[in-house]
């Protein structure tokens, strides 16, 4: 749990001690000390290991729908997405009753383009957790995919306001506005996605977008590279 804590508050180093000694603590036999761990390693960009430390979590409790959902979102950041797909339709058939396992689910399914089955996970997702921004993100894009815009972007603006450190929904609201050329709404949310999450490429590249559009070439070709 203490992993977990430092890994929201971006303190990476100490994630992963934390997660270490858990796995340490519990001889190797704790399916939970992995997972924590998984999420230490992916704080380190080290997807492979994290994906390792999934696998070692399935061998000690391969009935967690947790780590199947977990196993299917380290599948989706590999590009492995047939196998993401398998593994997060798995998480929902073993435990329905968690809002993870549909919100993973409805990602999987985006990431397939299968907007509809997308949509009517997060929708099943927020109807077990209303509190959890990720299903709002991933309705107000599958919305938006489906023609929906301004459907799409009051759901987006829900989970802004769920987590509004969240750099990566900030980017996508911000998208949306400018889709409904709503520019200067658009270029605050960018502004606040570049603050909360300076590494973050995507606030860079969607106003580098705005900008092209705006006729500012040279400030867009500066924010691609930045990106």
């Known amino acids: 749990l203490l992993s977990i804590i430092a890994v929201t508050q971006n303190d990476k180093d100490q994630a992963l ?3 270490t000694q ?4 519990s001889m190797q036999r704790s399916g939970t000390a992995y997972l924590a761990l998984s999420y230490a390693q992916q704080a380190h960009f080290d ?6 430390s999934v696998q070692k979590a399935l061998t000690l409790d391969a009935e967690n729908a947790l780590i199947w959902a977990r196993l299917a979102e380290l599948r989706m950041s590999a590009g492995d997405l047939d196998r993401a797909l398998d593994a997060a339709q798995h998480a929902v058939t073993i435990n329905s009753a968690v809002a993870k396992t549909h919100t993973v689910l409805g990602f999987a399914h985006l990431l397939q383009i299968n907007t509809q089955f997308a949509r009517t996970s997060f929708i099943q997702a927020i109807a077990f957790d209303q509190t959890d921004p990720m299903p709002r993100l991933g309705l107000g894009i599958a919305l938006i995919r489906q023609g929906e ?3 799409g972007r009051v759901e987006l603006e829900i989970a802004a306001s769920l987590d509004p450190a969240n750099s990566l929904i900030r980017s996508y609201l911000g998208k949306a506005y ?3 050329k709503r520019y200067p709404l658009a270029s605050t949310q960018f502004d606040l996605a570049k603050e909360r999450d300076p590494k973050d490429p ?4 969607y106003d580098a977008i705005q900008k092209q559009t705006q006729n500012r070439p040279i400030e867009a070709l500066q924010d691609i590279q930045k990106s």
């Not at 858990?22 to 603590?25: F, I, K, L, N």
């Not at 997807?47 to 390792?52: K, Q, S, V």
């Not at 995507?202 to 590249?205: K, Q």
Request: glycine content about 0%; charged content about 25%; aromatic content about 8%.
């Open 17 to 19: 001690e934390l997660a």
């Open 47 to 52: 997807i492979d290991a994290a994906l390792e």
């Open 178 to 180: 400018f889709e409904e």
């Open 202 to 205: 995507t606030p860079w590249l």
């Open 149 to 151: 815009l301004e459907a």
């Open 22 to 25: 858990a796995v340490a603590v």
